[in-house]
Each structure stands twice: as C-alpha cells, then as structure tokens.
T-cell receptor, first 115, second 111 residues
Framework: AQSVAQPEDQVNVAEGNPLTVKCTYS??????LFWYVQYPNRGLQFLLK??????LVKGSYGFEAEFNKSQTSFHLKKPSALVSDSALYFC?????????????FGRGTSLIVHP | DAEITQSPRHKITETGRQVTLACHQT?????MFWYRQDLGHGLRLIHY???????NKGEVSDGYSVSRSNTEDLPLTLESAASSQTSVYFC??????????FGPGTRLTVT
C-alpha cells in the first residue's frame, strides 16, 4: 500500500523568506515521489520528481525537494519565496513495485506568501 | 507543443440528464486518468485507462463511465447526473508511471 501525508493545510511565509512545504510518505519499496502546484482555476502542474539518484531534486520556478529515506519525507523548498508562489501544492507517491501507474496524492497545502 | 485539453470548461446541467466531458491529449501517452476535486477531499480517482480499449474503475466510479477508442481521447460520461456530482473534473495523462500532465479542468454544476 502507498500513502502520503501533508501535515499542514496552510503555510504562511513572508516574501523573500525561505519556504518549506512538508510531505511524508509510506510505501513498501523505493518510492517515486512528485510535487505539483495548482494555481486558482487551473489544473495541477508538475514541479519535480524523485525516482532515484541524488537526494536533492531541482525543479521548475526555483523549487527543490530533498528525499530523506530514513525520515520518509520529501519536503518542498525554495530559498526565497515570491508572492506569485502563492498556490496549492500537492505531494504524490507511487510504489513502482506494485505494477500500478496510479499515484496517491496528498490533501494539498495552501501556500500563502505575504508581501 | 503537446497538451491536454478539456471541454467544456463550464457546464450546468439538470439532475437526471446524461453529461459527457471530453478529454483530448496530444502527448501520445498510453495512460489517462479522470479525477474529481472537491473541498475537503482533495483529488479522487474516478476512472483510468492504460491504453486503447482498456478502462478501469477508480475509488469513486459509481455513476460514471469512460471509453477509450483511441490513444488521444478519454471521454467521461455521467449516466444520470446527481447533485453530488457537482465538482471540478480533471483529466490527466502520463507515460508509464511518470509524472502526470493535467488538463485545465471542467467545472460541473448539477441543479
């Protein structure tokens, strides 16, 4: 079974400050991990993924995420937040050993960046 | 550029009517998915397809059906619309188990 948790419904950060959006997962094997962003009245947009290799993954718009196997986490980070980063962020996990191509999505975290 | 489109973007219908939501992708992906998004529930999988003539039920498939006659299209049909089906519907596609690419969504209101 695969599951993912985003423990914070909302994250508030001031523009220019670093941001972190948290994600923890549970799978039986090595996970495929994804982050997506959703702007108002839009579909989800792929940001970055971890499949294998370097634990620090860099993605679109200056975002990065760190895969931590011991803590089963995949937190999304950005060194300096922009007001335009305000959106809904989803973490997703897929267990590649199960034969299914269906990911499990978290409930989403609303990121609000204050000017 | 490859893309995934949905139509209509907004739809209002009456209870009991049949409704079909279109999804078209030019990624040439084998995998296609339909989700609904509701406040407090996140994304829920309705149906999915791994290729032409393949369809599978997701976690909230009751009252919905899909068919896959070609690689590009996966229309979603609500057989008899109910108020509980008022939602925002997203179509997505992917290659193998990689990242999904989402359409812009269809906002459906059932009155």
């Amino acid at each position: 079974a695969q599951s993912v948790a985003q423990p914070e419904d909302q994250v508030n950060v001031a523009e220019g400050n670093p941001l972190t959006v948290k994600c923890t997962y549970s799978v039986s094997g090595n996970p495929y991990l994804f982050w997506y962003v959703q702007y108002p009245n839009r579909g989800l947009q792929f940001l970055l993924k971890y499949i294998t290799g370097d634990n620090l993954v860099k993605g679109s718009y200056g975002f990065e995420a760190e895969f931590n196997k011991s803590q089963t986490s995949f937190h999304l980070k950005k060194p300096s937040a922009l007001v335009s980063d305000s959106a809904l962020y989803f973490c997703a996990v897929r267990d590649p050993t199960g034969g299914s191509y269906i990911p499990t999505f978290g409930r989403g975290t609303s990121l609000i960046v204050h000017p | 550029d490859a893309e995934i489109t949905q139509s209509p973007r907004h739809k209002i219908t009456e209870t009991g009517r049949q409704v079909t939501l279109a999804c078209h992708q030019t990624w040439n992906h084998n995998n296609m998915f339909w989700y609904r998004q509701d406040l407090g529930h996140g994304l829920r999988l309705i149906h999915y397809s791994y290729g032409v003539h393949d369809t599978n039920k997701g976690e909230v498939s009751d009252g919905y059906s899909v068919s896959r006659s070609n690689t590009e299209d996966l229309p979603l049909t609500l057989e008899s619309a109910a108020s509980s089906q008022t939602s925002v519907y997203f179509c997505a596609s992917s290659e193998q188990g990689n990242e999904q690419y989402f359409g812009p969504g269809t906002r459906l209101t059932v009155t």
